[in-house]
């Protein structure tokens, strides 16, 4: 939540700077500002999305060599111009940016009231920004250690830049649980939320770490932790592409991403999965398969999209490994006290690989012993390191704040796993093995096929896109599908949304059953066959409108329904990676032929970095 960019160099900051907010603007966009250094600090900001800033800034004198930028999610204080960061300290010598939450900020507070300081803001960036230049002036101390004793008193999880007017080259940041990255170049460094706003101009990064500050300089970068010792830089190499950050003639980010899914799933099979050879090459996996196939128990976390796609894995890893498999929230795994055990196994799922919730919940378990793998998108990502081994999902930037492409990314490297654990253990035979190797081969041009004509989804979206509520309906693999529909219309057209068991409708959610209410059945051709062909009958009895996702040549399910989707024919273990592809689809045209915009739904921000 809340994309962060800072410049220092030989560039004009603004413009690095503004195009750095627009990339990053899928982590908030109520607001936001910049904070320029020009024969002292200059601030603009403008509540709205980045594009509003820009025209709020014209004709002003934006020449400056540093500066920082912020994008807003709101989480203390309505969105506002006022609320907007960067925030200003009293003395007007500070300004600072921030992601995160101040759990304490309201104790802080009070006490700063106390001793005359006034605030302009709801935030609680502006209570952290007055207590370092407090700590400033009553220990007559610089500005770096002002804040190293402040990162002592927070409670919370932060990223911050902070500048001050007396120092027109240096930014100094500070992260803990909200991601920071900082590139490097020849004369110049940028710093940012994620990679995006840096790869233009560098390919050189060094992420931050938790309890770290840098201080960042055109020609240097110094790193401590908080008690003052310097820690040596790890430089990566960043591996993306500039054109992946792009729309490509797409008219938005999700609608690319969605079709991108061929190549994203290639990517992520490639070199890994190897049918002809019986082979599943995950380094991650092989080095601690005695953890994996030994485990009494398998614990999921996930939020959102991801804890779909970890009830997916659920039935896989119980049918194919034969060990029990819980899916837990990590926004409630944490503080529900659970029982775990030294050798059970926590395989973390995110796409970002920042999600507050999840780092905490991982945290917790690794401290009771656990075994920690992690599955995310975002290389270098807190997840990542914090995990004792685990894959990464090679979907590449996922821009669209409703994941799709990382979804099924998630999906497939589960399957590997699935099969390579089950197929060591000796719970599948070698027929099955290599039978469903050669599905999940074979899912690549099976989306391609989907991908290739999606007028009929785009007409059943303008015909329901004034629907006021959807029910959506899954049978075994299908049900998590079931639910990440759901979700997806939920997000991108604001339209009431549910997903249930097919079965479990008539405990309750039947009643909402009448003839304006569409009712999305995921029913490809599996073991639960005939039981959702039932289930479509007494929601037809009751004259509720079915749209089916059905697998292609079922006449009986076509007959049935009042709108058809299709998708090719594949094991039941493999169909969730097609079966939801229809589902982003409607979701995307049916947010469309609202006149919304999908790639920001409101309130919503791609990467959750607050509990």
């Not at 904070?35 to 934006?62: C, Q, R, T």
Request: aromatic share 8%; with cysteine.
């Amino acid at each position: 939540m809340c994309g962060i960019v800072g410049y220092t160099g030989h560039r004009e900051a603004y413009p690095v700077i503004l195009k750095g907010l627009k990339r990053l603007e899928y982590r908030g966009y109520d607001s936001a500002g910049v904070a320029l250094f020009n024969n002292g600090l200059h601030v603009y900001k403008k509540k709205g999305k980045v594009a509003e800033l820009e025209e709020s800034v014209i004709g002003k004198d934006m020449h400056a060599f540093m500066g920082i930028g912020h994008t807003r999610w709101a989480t203390h204080g309505e969105p506002s111009d006022r609320n907007a960061h960067p925030q200003v300290s009293n003395s007007g010598e500070l300004a600072m940016i921030h992601n995160g939450i101040i759990e304490n900020y309201l104790s802080i507070k009070n006490d700063l009231l106390k001793k005359g300081y006034s605030f302009s803001s709801d935030t609680d960036t502006e209570v952290f920004l007055n207590f370092i230049e407090d700590i400033k002036k009553n220990n007559a101390c610089g500005l770096e250690e002002a804040l190293r004793i402040a990162l002592k008193r927070i409670v919370g999880a932060y990223c911050i830049l902070l500048i001050s007017a007396d120092d027109p080259e240096t930014i100094i940041a500070a992260r803990k649980g909200s991601p920071l990255v900082i590139g490097i170049g020849k004369g110049e460094h940028f710093l940012a939320s994620d990679a995006s706003p840096i790869i233009e101009y560098t390919k050189e990064v060094v992420y931050v770490n938790d309890y770290e500050i840098a201080i960042v300089r055109p020609d240097e970068l110094i790193l401590k932790n908080l008690g003052n010792e310097k820690q040596t830089p790890f430089i990566t190499k960043l591996d993306m592409e500039l054109a992946a950050i792009e729309k490509g003639g797409y008219d938005h980010f999700m609608l690319k991403e969605i079709h991108e899914q061929p190549e994203t799933i290639h990517d992520c099979l490639r070199g890994r999965l190897l049918p002809e050879t019986g082979q599943i090459v995950m380094s991650g996996v092989e080095n601690h398969l005695a953890e994996l196939i030994n485990a009494q128990r398998i614990v999921i976390v996930a939020c959102g999209t991801s804890w779909h796609a970890g009830l997916v894995a659920e039935y896989m890893i119980e049918e194919l490994c034969r060990i029990p498999v819980e899916v837990e929230y990590a926004s409630e795994f944490r503080y529900r006290n659970p029982v775990i055990n030294k050798g059970d196994v926590i395989i973390a799922i995110s796409q970002s690989g920042e999600t507050a919730d999840t780092l905490v919940a991982l945290e917790s378990a690794k401290e009771k012993g656990a075994f920690i793998f992690g599955i995310v998108n975002a290389v270098g990502s807190s997840i990542a390191r914090l995990s004792h081994a685990g894959a990464y999902t090679h979907a590449g930037p996922e821009i669209g704040v409703a994941s799709t492409k990382a979804f099924t990314g998630q999906l497939a490297v589960l399957t590997m796993i699935a099969l390579k654990m089950g197929y060591s253990k000796g719970t599948i035979d070698h027929e099955r093995y290599i039978g469903l190797m050669k599905e999940l081969e074979a899912v690549p041009e099976k989306l391609r096929e989907i991908l290739k004509d999606t007028s009929s989804i785009q007409r059943v979206a303008e015909k329901y896109k004034d629907a006021r509520d959807f029910l959506f309906l899954g049978r075994g693999y299908n049900f998590p599908i079931a639910l990440e529909g759901a979700l997806k219309l939920k997000e991108i057209s604001y339209i009431h949304a549910e997903g249930y068991p097919a079965a479990e409708m008539k405990h309750g959610p039947i009643a909402l059953v009448d003839d304006q209410l569409p009712v999305v059945f995921v029913a490809t051709k599996d073991s639960y066959h005939q039981k959702i062909v039932s289930n479509i009958q007494e929601i037809k009895a009751r004259k509720g409108k079915v749209i089916a996702i059905a697998t292609q040549e079922d006449a009986m399910i076509a007959s049935m329904a009042d709108d058809t989707l299709f998708v090719p024919d594949a094991d039941e273990l493999i169909a969730p990676l097609l079966s939801v592809v229809p589902l982003q689809l409607l979701s995307y045209f049916v947010g469309v032929a609202k006149g919304l915009d999908v790639d920001k739904p409101r309130n919503l921000a791609k990467s959750v970095t607050v509990e």
